[in-house]
C-alpha cells in the first residue's frame, strides 16, 4: 500500500450548529494547474455522547480544529462519496479515529487507475446497508447501480435528514471559498443549481435512474450535502424534478 503525505488545510469558515448536535462546516478542496482552481465542499459534525462523527471529513486549521475539540472526541469517520476521502487519513492518524467507508471505495490519488495496489490507504470498517453505524437513529442507503460506490446517510430525527455526498447537492451560487477559475469551470459544467443532482457524479458513476428514483421513497425534509448549502425543509419536493427528469 503506497503512502503519501496528508493534504494541508484549505480555506474554511466556522463550525455552525443546524441541528441540535448537527453541525457543518464549509471548506475548499484545491487543485493547481499553475493557478489555483478551489471550489467549496462541507464536512458534517456528528454529536453523541461526547463523542464526534465527522461525514465527508475536511481538514481544518489548527484553529478550526481547536474549535472542533471543544465539541467533543473524535471517534469516527464516515465516507459516503467516492470521488471524496483525502483528508480521512489525517483524522485517523491525529485523533485515532475509526474509518468508515462503503465497501469498494478505494483511497487512491485520482490520477491512477483505482486499484487496491494503487491505495495509500485502508479504512478500518467497509460498510453496506446491513451494517450497523455509529450514529443512532442513523441508517446507510446506498446506489446499487452506481458504478463508483457512493452513499447517503439518512437520520432518523427532524422529520428525516439526509447527508449527502455526489449525488444531491445545492450550489445556488458561487460562494467564497470559489477561485475565479473554479466558479468558471463549475457554472459551465452545470453544477451551480440549487437542488441538483451532481453532474460529474451522473457522468462517471453511471447510477440507473430507477436506482436514483429510490431517494423519493426515504423519508426526509432536509438535505446536508457535501456540495452547496444546506437544505432545510421542503427537501424532498425541492429535488424531485431534478430526479423525476432522469426519466
Not at 81 to 93: I, Q, S, T, V
Request: a neutral charge.
Amino acid at each position: 500500500m503506497k503512502k503519501r503525505e496528508h493534504p494541508k488545510a484549505t480555506p474554511h469558515g466556522s463550525l455552525r450548529e443546524v441541528f441540535d448536535d448537527v453541525f457543518v462546516v464549509t471548506g475548499s478542496f484545491e487543485m493547481r494547474f499553475g493557478v489555483p482552481i478551489r471550489f467549496s465542499r462541507n464536512m458534517v459534525v456528528l454529536r453523541q455522547d461526547g463523542a464526534l462523527t465527522l461525514v465527508h471529513s475536511v481538514r481544518l486549521d489548527e484553529a478550526g480544529l481547536a474549535a472542533l475539540e471543544e465539541l467533543g472526541k473524535v471517534e469516527h469517520v464516515i465516507r459516503l462519496a467516492g470521488f471524496h476521502g483525502m483528508d480521512d487519513p489525517f483524522y485517523a492518524e491525529r485523533y485515532g479515529a475509526k474509518v468508515w467507508c462503503l465497501k469498494g471505495q478505494l483511497y487512491t490519488s485520482g490520477l491512477e487507475p483505482p486499484k487496491a495496489e494503487n491505495a495509500y490507504y485502508r479504512a478500518d470498517v467497509e460498510m453496506d446497508e446491513s451494517t450497523e453505524l455509529p450514529v443512532r437513529g442513523a441508517k446507510l442507503f446506498t446506489f446499487r447501480s452506481a458504478k463508483v460506490p457512493e452513499g447517503i446517510l439518512v437520520l432518523e430525527r427532524e422529520g428525516g435528514i439526509l447527508i449527502t455526498g455526489d449525488s444531491l447537492q445545492n450550489w445556488p451560487r458561487v460562494d467564497e471559498y470559489f477561485s475565479f477559475l473554479g466558479g468558471l469551470m463549475m457554472r459551465m459544467m452545470g453544477f451551480i443549481k440549487p437542488h441538483n443532482l451532481g453532474p460529474g457524479w451522473l457522468r462517471a458513476a453511471k447510477p440507473a435512474a430507477a436506482d436514483v428514483r429510490r431517494i423519493l421513497d426515504l423519508d426526509f425534509q432536509h438535505v446536508l450535502p457535501v456540495h452547496g448549502e444546506p437544505v432545510i425543509g421542503g427537501a424532498k419536493e425541492a429535488y424531485r424534478p431534478a430526479i423525476e427528469r432522469l426519466g
